[in-house]
C-alpha cells in the first residue's frame, strides 16, 4: 500500500509549530514540521527523547491546538477549530492507544470499551454487540467482568486498543503502545495493530524500539522538533 | 448514559469509603439540622393562618400613655366590639376572648379534674364563625343554647368522660356552679394563639356585672382593658380608619380621660404570634436568627462537599482526560459529575431522615414545641424541597464545571497545577471557620447574658418562697398564717395580690400635689400585708413598713422610680391618691426588678391588704420538702375540693426566660454542629493534603526532618486560615451580639477575651483536627511512601 497517494492525504501538516513557555524558557517542540500521511498507512515516528514525538501525536490527535502552520485532515482544516468541534471530530474517526493504558479503573474491562459508543449515542443492543465482537477479536472476552487492576500490562493494552477500535475510528494513534510491556507481550499488540492496518485502519505510532518500527510501512524521525529522515519499509 | 452516569457514581461513593464518609457525614447533619430549623421556621411563621379569613381577621390593641410610659396593651374594654360591630363601617364581624380565672377544678360524678390558669375563657357566639376551629359536635348557629353552656375540646372531653357522648353531660365548677356540654371543639392546633380547654358563653361574664359597681354594664365599662377584641374587617376596609373611629367613639363614651390613653389599633391575626401588640418583637428576631443559622450550617456542609471534591479533582484528572479522550464531551462530564453529586445527596438525604425522626422528640423537647416530621405532609417537603434544592445547586455546579473544565493533554500529563482552585478551597475554608467562630461567640455571649440573669441582684430575695392560692384559706389567714409560723421549717408567711417575680397589672387611677394633669403614670400595685416586704428582704431607703393597723389602709408605700417620675420631693408624709383613697406615703423602697430584665423597672406602690388571694410561703434549702408537706396538711382541712398546688418563686423566674433558654440551648446545639461539620471538611482536607504530599514528607524525612517539623509544615497553612477566618468573624460577631445585648435594659458586659475564647476555640479543634492526620502523615515509614510512586 505504501506510496499509493492517488488520493488527497489523510493528514497533511504544513510548517507545523508549537511552543512551550514557562517563566524565562522557550522551548521549540515542534519547528515548521510537515509531514503528508495517507489513508491506510501505518507510520512509525522515532526520535530521541523529548524531541516532540508526544507533541505531534497529540496535536495530530487533536487534544492540543499547533501554535502556527496548517494541519489538514481529511481536507479540513483544523488547525483552528475550537476544543468542542476538535472533541467532535476526534471522537468519530481517531482512537488512542497509550503507553500507560489509561483504562479507568472504576469500570469494568466491557464497560471501558463500551464508553466511547455510550459518548456517540449507540443504541444498548448495539453497543454489547459491537464490544462483545472487539473483545472476542482482542481474546479477552472471558475478561469481561474483571476491573483494569486485576489484569497483567498485557491484557490491560488489549482493552484499551479494544476500546480504541470500537469505534471504528479510521485512524489510530498509538504512543508507545508497548513501553510498558515485556517483548512477548509487546509482540502481541504489534500483531493487533497490524491486522487493524490491515483491514483499512490507518495507524501513526510513536515508538523507541527498532524492533516495532519494523511493522510499520514508513519511520519518520524526529530530531528537535523537525523532521531529518523517512524511511520506507520494504 | 444515565444508567453510565449512576454507576459509575456509585463506585466511586463504595471505592473512595473514606471521603463519601466525610461528605455523607457532613451532608448528613447538615441537612437534618437546616432541615430541622427550618421546620422550625416555618411552624412559627404558620401561627394563626390556619384561619381561612386570616387576611380579614384584626386584634383590637390599646396605646396607653405617651412617651417612656407609653405601653400598648393587647386587651381592650369589652364595648369595643359591640360598638364597632354597631357603629363602624367595614365591620363584617366581631369576637371577644375572655380569659376566665372564675374556676379551677370541674367535677363530673366522682371526678374532679383540675383546669390550668388560662385554658378556659368566655367568648361570643361569633368565635365559631370568624375563626376556623371546628364544631366537631354541637349547633354553630347555637354554640351556647343557655349561658349554661360550655363547650370543649376532644381532649377535654376524653379526659372527663372518656368515649361517652359529652353532648348534654353536666360538669360543676368549682363545686358550685352546674354547665352543660352543648358542643365538642376540635383541640386547638399547636400553631394557634387562641388555645384552651373549655369555652364558656360570654353571657356568664356579663352577669358578673350586677348593676351596681361604677360601670353598669360589662358592654358600657370602658375602663377596664380586659378583653382580647378580634375584629372581621371586609377586604376594603381601612385599619387605620376603623381604629381611629374606635377611639373616637371611646373618647364619646368615657368622658374625662386623657387624649393620650385608649387609642386603638389593629394588629393582622397573622402578626400576634411573632409581634407584640407594640410592634416589637423577639419572636421575628428568633426565627431571623435561626433562619440564618440554618443557611450558615447548610453553607459549611456545602463547602465541606465543594472543597473535597475539588480537591479530589486533581486524583480523578486522569479520569476525566481519559472520558474526554475517547469522547465525552463537557456536558456528558458535566452530568457525571452532578449526578455523583446527587447520588451523595441522596443517601445523605435519607439518612437525614432518619436522624430527623430519631432525635425529633428531643428537639421538641428543646425548642418547647409539637412539631411533626411527617413525609406525608406537603409542607414538609416544602422544607426539605427547599433545603436540598439550594445546597445541591450549591454544592454541585462549581465543581461539576471545574472537573469538567480540565484539558485532557495536560491532565493525562498530571500538570492540573491545583493552585487555582486551591485558593478558591482557602477562601472558603476561611468563610467556614469564620461562620463557626461567631456561632462560638454567639453562643458564648447568650449564655453569659443567661447567667447574668440568673446571679443579677434583683433588690428582693425570692429564695426557697413558694406561692399558692389560699381559696377556702383566705377566710382564716391570720389563724393559718400564726399555725405555719408555729413550724421551724418554715420561716415566713405572707400575703399579696401580685406576683414580686413579674407583676401583671398597672394603673392610673392615682394623684398627688402638683401632678401635671396631662402626664400619663402607670404605677404597679401590689396589695400586701405587712410582713410582705420585710421577708422578700426588699429595702427601705426612707420611712416605715406597715405596722398592720386601721390606719394602713390609707397609707402607701412607693418605690424610687415611682418617686422620681410623680416628682415628689420628701414623699414620706406626703398625700397620695390611690384609686378612690387619698392617703400619706409612709415609706420609700429601693428598687427591685418585678418584671424581666429587658424592660426597665417602672414605678411601683404598696397598698396594705390584711388578706388576699394568694398566700407566699419561705422555707430554707433542706426543709422545703417538710414545709410543703405541712402546708398540704393545712390545704386538705380548708379546700378539700381543690388540689394541692403551690409554685416556687424560682420556677416563675424562669419562666421569664423560657424563651431565652430555648433559644440558648438551641444555639448550643447549632454551634456545635456547625464547628463539627467545619472540623469534619478539615480533616478531609488534611487527609488529602497529606495523601498528595505523600511523597514529599517521605523525601523530607529521608533527609531528616522530624515528626514535628512536618507536622507544623502540615497544619500551618490551615491554621493560617483560621487566623483569618477569626479576624473576619470578630468583628462581626461583636456587632451581632451587641445588637442582640440591645434587647435587654439590664445587661452583660461584651469583653474582648469573648472574642479571644472563641478564636482560641477554634484554632485548637482544627489543630487538634488537622494534626490527627499530619502527625500520622510524619510517623509513616518514608521508605513505603517512597517506594509506592
Ligand atoms: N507542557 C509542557 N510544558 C513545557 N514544555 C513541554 C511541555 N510538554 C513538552 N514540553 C517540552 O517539549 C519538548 C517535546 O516534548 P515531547 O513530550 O513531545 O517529547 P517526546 O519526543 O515525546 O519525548 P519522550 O520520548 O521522552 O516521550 C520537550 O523538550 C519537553 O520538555
Ligand atoms: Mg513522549
Known amino acids: 500500500m505504501a506510496g499509493m497517494m492517488q488520493e488527497a492525504p489523510m493528514i497533511k501538516i504544513t510548517n507545523l509549530e508549537k511552543f512551550y513557555r514557562t517563566e524565562e524558557v522557550e522551548t521549540i517542540a515542534l519547528n515548521k514540521l510537515s509531514i503528508e500521511i495517507a489513508t491506510g498507512e501505518f507510520v512509525a515516528i522515532m526520535g530521541p527523547s523529548g524531541c516532540g514525538k508526544s507533541t505531534l501525536l497529540n496535536i495530530l490527535g487533536m487534544l492540543d491546538d499547533p501554535d502556527a502552520g496548517s494541519y489538514v485532515f481529511n481536507d479540513i482544516e483544523v488547525a483552528h477549530f475550537t476544543e468542542r468541534k476538535r472533541a467532535d471530530l476526534r471522537k468519530h474517526n481517531i482512537g488512542f492507544v497509550f503507553q500507560s493504558f489509561n483504562l479507568i479503573d472504576e469500570l469494568t474491562v466491557f464497560e471501558n470499551v463500551e464508553l466511547p459508543l455510550i459518548y456517540t449515542g449507540v443504541a444498548s443492543a448495539e453497543r454489547v454487540k459491537r464490544v462483545e465482537e472487539v473483545l472476542d477479536k482482542m481474546q479477552i472476552m472471558h475478561r469481561r467482568n474483571h476491573y483494569p487492576q486485576q489484569l497483567s500490562g498485557g491484557q490491560q493494552q488489549r482493552v484499551a486498543i479494544a476500546r480504541a477500535v470500537v469505534n471504528k475510528p479510521k485512524l489510530i494513534l498509538a504512543d508507545e503502545p508497548t513501553g510498558n510491556l515485556d517483548s512477548s507481550n509487546g509482540n502481541d499488540v504489534m500483531e493487533l495493530l497490524t491486522d487493524l492496518n490491515e483491514q483499512g485502519t490507518t495507524i501513526i505510532m510513536v515508538t523507541h524500539s527498532e524492533h516495532d518500527a519494523r511493522y510499520s510501512h514508513r519511520i519518520i524521525r524526529l530530531l528537535d522538533g523537525q523532521s531529518v529522515m523517512e524511511n520506507i519499509m520494504v | ?789
Open chain 2, 1 to 789: 448514559m444515565f444508567r453510565n452516569h449512576l454507576k459509575t457514581a456509585w463506585r466511586n461513593l463504595i471505592n473512595k469509603k473514606f471521603y463519601s464518609a466525610i461528605n455523607i457525614i457532613g451532608l448528613t447533619i447538615g441537612l437534618a439540622v437546616g432541615i430541622l430549623i427550618l421546620l422550625w421556621v416555618q411552624d412559627e411563621l404558620s401561627f394563626d393562618r390556619f384561619n381561612s379569613k386570616v387576611s380579614q381577621i384584626y386584634k383590637v390593641n390599646a396605646s396607653i400613655g405617651s412617651g417612656v410610659s407609653k405601653q400598648v396593651w393587647g386587651g381592650v374594654p369589652a364595648p369595643v366590639a359591640v360598638y364597632a360591630l354597631k357603629e363602624v363601617p367595614g365591620i363584617v364581624n366581631a369576637v371577644r376572648v375572655i380569659t376566665s380565672y372564675d374556676y379551677s377544678v370541674f367535677k363530673y360524678n366522682d371526678k374532679i379534674l383540675k383546669e390550668d390558669y388560662g385554658k378556659l375563657s368566655y367568648v361570643d357566639d361569633s368565635f365559631f364563625k370568624v375563626f376556623d376551629y371546628k364544631l366537631l359536635k354541637g349547633n354553630i348557629n347555637i354554640p351556647f343554647p343557655n349561658d349554661q353552656s360550655v363547650i370543649i375540646t376532644e381532649s377535654t372531653a376524653k379526659r372527663y368522660f372518656g368515649d361517652a357522648n359529652p353532648i348534654g353531660k353536666t360538669i360543676t365548677g368549682d363545686s358550685k356552679d352546674p354547665f352543660v356540654v352543648s358542643g365538642v371543639l376540635a383541640d386547638f392546633p399547636a400553631n394557634s394563639s387562641i388555645s384552651g380547654n373549655m369555652l364558656f358563653s360570654i353571657n356568664q361574664k356579663k352577669k358578673q356585672y350586677n348593676g351596681k359597681g361604677y360601670w353598669k354594664a360589662m358592654d358600657e365599662d370602658w375602663g377596664n382593658y380586659y378583653t382580647s377584641t378580634f375584629l372581621q374587617v371586609r377586604n376594603d376596609a381601612s385599619t387605620r380608619a376603623i381604629g381611629d373611629k374606635l377611639t373616637k367613639i371611646h373618647f364619646e363614651h368615657q368622658k374625662g380621660i386623657k387624649p393620650t390613653d385608649g387609642i386603638f389599633q389593629l394588629q393582622p391575626l397573622k402578626d400576634i404570634h411573632l409581634y407584640n401588640p407594640d410592634g416589637s418583637s423577639a419572636g421575628v428576631q428568633i426565627v431571623k436568627v435561626f433562619s440564618i443559622v440554618a443557611i450558615l450550617i447548610l453553607l459549611i456542609a456545602c463547602i465541606n462537599y465543594i472543597n473535597l471534591s475539588t480537591a479530589r479533582a486533581m486524583l480523578r484528572s486522569k479520569e476525566v482526560s481519559v472520558r474526554k479522550i475517547i469522547g465525552a464531551e463537557r456536558k456528558h462530564l458535566f452530568m457525571q459529575f452532578i449526578i455523583e453529586t446527587l447520588l451523595c445527596f441522596a443517601v445523605a438525604l435519607l439518612l437525614a431522615f432518619g436522624l430527623i425522626y430519631a432525635v425529633m422528640p428531643f428537639y421538641n423537647g428543646i425548642a418547647g414545641k409539637q412539631m411533626q416530621f411527617n413525609l406525608f405532609d406537603v409542607k414538609v417537603w416544602q422544607v426539605i424541597a427547599l433545603t436540598v434544592i439550594t445546597t445541591l445547586i450549591a454544592s454541585s455546579i462549581y465543581p461539576a464545571l471545574l472537573l469538567s473544565s480540565f484539558k485532557p493533554i495536560n491532565a493525562l500529563k498530571g500538570k492540573i497545577s491545583g493552585t487555582g482552585n486551591a485558593t478558591f478551597r482557602k477562601v472558603l475554608v476561611v468563610c467556614q471557620f469564620a461562620f463557626s467562630i461567631g456561632l462560638i461567640v454567639g453562643t458564648i455571649i447568650i449564655n453569659r447574658q443567661l447567667n447574668y440573669i440568673q446571679q443579677k441582684q434583683l433588690g428582693y430575695d425570692r429564695s426557697y418562697v413558694f406561692s399558692l392560692q389560699l381559696h377556702g384559706m383566705q377566710d382564716h389567714y391570720e389563724a393559718i398564717k400564726a399555725d405555719l409560723l408555729n413550724h421551724p421549717e418554715i420561716t415566713g408567711v405572707t400575703t399579696g395580690d401580685g406576683n414580686i417575680v413579674s407583676s401583671g397589672s398597672t394603673t392610673s387611677d392615682t394623684d398627688w400635689d402638683g401632678k401635671d394633669p396631662n402626664m400619663s403614670f402607670l404605677i404597679h400595685p401590689y396589695g400586701v400585708d405587712k410582713d410582705f416586704i420585710n421577708m422578700f428582704k426588699i429595702k427601705f431607703t426612707s420611712g416605715n413598713n406597715f405596722t398592720g393597723s386601721k390606719s394602713d389602709t390609707a397609707h402607701w408605700i412607693l418605690n424610687e422610680t415611682a418617686v422620681r417620675l410623680a416628682g415628689i420631693k420628701n414623699p414620706v408624709g406626703k398625700r397620695f391618691k390611690f384609686h378612690d383613697t387619698n392617703g400619706i406615703i409612709i415609706g420609700v423602697v429601693k428598687d427591685f426588678h418585678f418584671a424581666s430584665l429587658k424592660q426597665a423597672i417602672e414605678p411601683a406602690i404598696f397598698n396594705f391588704r390584711p388578706t388576699t388571694w394568694q398566700m407566699f410561703i419561705k422555707t430554707t434549702g433542706k426543709d422545703s420538702p417538710m414545709a410543703i408537706k405541712t402546708v398540704e396538711k393545712l390545704w386538705k382541712q380548708y379546700n378539700a375540693t381543690y388540689p394541692f398546688e403551690y409554685k416556687f418563686l424560682d420556677d416563675d423566674y424562669n419562666e421569664l426566660y423560657h424563651s431565652e433558654q430555648n433559644t440558648a440551648s438551641l444555639f448550643d446545639v447549632f454551634a456545635g454542629i456547625a464547628i463539627f461539620i467545619s472540623c469534619l471538611g478539615l480533616f478531609g482536607l488534611a487527609t488529602y493534603t497529606a495523601q498528595v504530599k505523600i511523597k514529599e514528607i517521605g523525601i523530607r524525612k529521608v533527609l531528616g526532618a522530624s515528626v514535628a517539623n512536618i507536622t507544623a509544615m502540615l497544619s500551618k497553612d490551615f491554621l493560617v486560615l483560621v487566623f483569618i477566618a477569626i479576624l473576619i468573624a470578630s468583628p462581626i460577631a461583636w456587632y451581632a451580639m451587641n445588637k442582640w445585648l440591645q434587647n435587654y435594659v439590664y445587661r452583660t458586659e461584651l469583653s474582648w477575651w469573648t472574642l479571644a475564647i472563641a478564636g482560641l476555640a477554634a484554632v485548637l479543634i482544627a489543630f487538634i483536627t488537622i494534626s490527627f492526620q499530619a502527625i500520622k502523615a510524619a510517623i509513616a515509614n518514608p521508605v513505603k511512601s517512597l517506594k509506592n510512586e
